[in-house]
């Protein structure tokens, strides 16, 4: 069997997938998937092979560049992943691999689920995932997706885990009226999965009435859960 590894940090967590591993293809030098962080298409894209404390540094300058407090978009994803591990395993987790991992353990028997804290954030403030998918014929072709719909494609298709690379993310740059809130309940403040996790992101409209709402849990579902219900329910509210 062949596994992907890139800070391999998830030996700590699934001791026993390794095992069955025949071939282990280290996957940090590929210059795709370490491009230098960007503005594009009204987004910040980062690199799905970035480590978490350069994504927070990263996060941390276009905060500063963009006027950002603590509510926005941004803030949100980098309170998430500040609360992550510690720095020893930020120096050497990847967001695609933190990605991977809850993608890799949302089917049934596939281990128990992930509750990745970024990853809320990131499906909460509509990012999106850049990822190249192999097909039959040994090409690759290039997929934009949100979180959410890689997720069900993923349910859809548990296969597909075989077949695809994530490439990099496209982050949500913060957004007029708009009030993002990230929380995390674990037994430690660093150094602890979350028991459950959660992003808020409300974007108010005339009137301060409610325009856009999201409300995603982890640790609920074996994926980034949304309340749909509630969100309906809020939008228009004042």
Partial sequence: RLRLVHGNT????????????KLFADIR????????????????RVAAGIDYNALIAELGAQMKLHCCDETSSLAAVQFMARRTAGRIVRNA??????????????????GEPFPSD???????????????????AGKFHQHVNSVAELVQRVLDHPTLLDEIVLRAFL?????????????????REVNAHSIVNA?????FGDGAAV???ALVFGGIAPYPWHASATEAALRGQT
């Fill in 118 to 136: 970024a990853l809320t954030a990131l499906a909460a403030t509509g990012a999106r995932v850049v990822y190249l998918h192999l097909d039959g």
């Fill in 171 to 187: 982050l949500a740059l913060p957004a007029e009226n708009q009030v993002v809130l990230a929380q995390k309940v674990a037994l």
């Fill in 199 to 203: 992003c808020t992101a409300l974007t």
């Fill in 29 to 44: 030098l590929i210059p795709e998937l370490n491009e230098a962080s960007r503005l594009e298409d009204g987004a910040l």
């Fill in 93 to 110: 987790a990847s967001l695609g691999g933190n990605t991977m991992l809850v993608l890799a353990h949302m089917a049934a028997g596939s």
């Fill in 211 to 213: 325009d856009q709402a």
């Fill in 10 to 21: 998830s030996f700590g967590i699934y001791k026993d997938e390794f095992a069955p591993t």
